[in-house]
């Protein structure tokens, strides 16, 4: 089924310990984002790439790097992971910048 | 700054009833407003999305209107059943494209 594939599902680190958050869509959509959410909270959007090549801050970048590898892949990597971290992750993608968008299942991030 | 605000926050109704959740939001200035569906454990999914020159969106039992003058939103859920028990969230889109999120109403349909 086409969407979005996000790994790993869920993930324990150890404060100070490095990650990468993978996802991948077969959608052949320009746009994809990073998000996380918190209880009680909206989505939060993380980093953003509105087409290959490119890639922007949203509104939480800080502590997190993104890279998109190709039109279908864009990672997410926490450098040095920190409580404030611990938070379900989301990636989505969509055919053009604020269109309509497909999400992945998340991940489930905890940081000890 | 943009703040996009759900209420009411939680939301209990038997089996059949219609419904409104409502979204408000500060900026008229949105490029689009998307209304989606979460499950328990699972990803968004995307129900229905509102340009800025649209004043409603429907599909199948759910109607979804758009008042950019007075920055609000809802969305109309027709003879609600259980399979709807979700959580509903509203995004907007701003000039750059970005959705802002509110928080989200988490709906209990009642059997």
């Known amino acids: 089924n086409a969407g979005v594939t996000q790994t790993p599902k869920f993930q324990v680190l150890k404060t100070g310990q490095s990650m990468t958050l993978q996802c991948a869509q077969d959608m052949n959509h320009n746009s994809m984002y990073w998000y996380r959410q918190d209880p009680g909270m909206g989505l939060r959007l993380i980093y953003y790439?509105?087409?290959?090549?490119?890639?922007d801050k949203g509104e939480v970048p800080n502590g997190y790097n993104v890279s998109r590898l190709n039109k279908r892949e864009f990672s997410l990597r926490l450098e040095s992971a920190a409580p404030s971290q611990t938070s379900v992750y989301f990636c989505a993608s969509s055919e053009t910048s604020g269109g309509q968008g497909r999400f992945g299942s998340g991940t489930r991030l905890t940081v000890v | 700054k943009q703040e996009v605000t759900q209420i009411p926050a939680a939301l209990s109704v038997p089996e059949g009833e219609n419904l409104v959740l409502n979204c408000s939001f500060t900026d008229s200035a949105i490029y689009n407003l998307q209304w989606f569906r979460q499950d328990p454990g699972k990803g968004l999914t995307s129900l229905l999305l509102?340009?800025?020159s649209q004043r409603e969106q429907t599909s199948g039992r759910l109607n979804a209107s758009l008042d950019k003058s007075s920055g609000r939103s809802t969305l109309y859920i027709a003879a609600s059943q259980p399979g709807d028990s979700a959580t509903y969230l509203c995004a907007v889109s701003d000039s750059n494209y970005q959705l802002i999120w509110g928080a989200g109403t988490k709906l209990i349909i009642k059997p």
């Open positions: 790439s509105a087409s290959e090549g490119t890639t």
């Open positions: 509102i340009q800025s």
